[in-house]
């Protein structure tokens, strides 16, 4: 009887840490915080309605150097993932319609299908 106690309880407390060892393992997966490299960070300075110089660069900025609401939107879209677009309160007038923007698809140019 001694015998099967023994096997019983080194049986259960091996299931045990086995147990606490997965749950440590997705534990740690699943709190690991994304990359800081992957974080991109834009802060919009202007309020006027400008597109990007060069997208994909990393750099929020038009041809002025500034860094509008338009740029980082499509500076975000260009570096994918979870991003911060910091926006300071102002008046943001959109000017230029979705076929004055050269990235978006060619759909929405007027006559263009």
Do not use: W
């Amino acid at each position: 009887m001694k015998r099967l106690i023994r096997h019983s309880l080194r049986t259960s407390t091996s299931f045990i840490l086995a147990g606490i060892f997965a749950i440590a393992i997705v534990g740690y997966f699943m709190t690991v915080p994304q990359s800081a490299a992957t974080l991109a960070s834009f802060t919009v300075n202007s309020t006027v309605d400008a597109p990007d110089a060069s997208p994909g660069d990393g750099m929020c900025a038009d041809v002025s150097g500034n860094c509008t609401l338009r740029a980082a939107i499509t500076e975000s879209n260009f570096v994918g993932g979870a991003n911060v677009i910091t926006v300071p309160s102002g008046t943001y007038a959109l000017t230029l319609g979705p076929f004055d923007d050269e990235f978006n698809a060619a759909g929405a140019r007027p006559g263009h299908r």
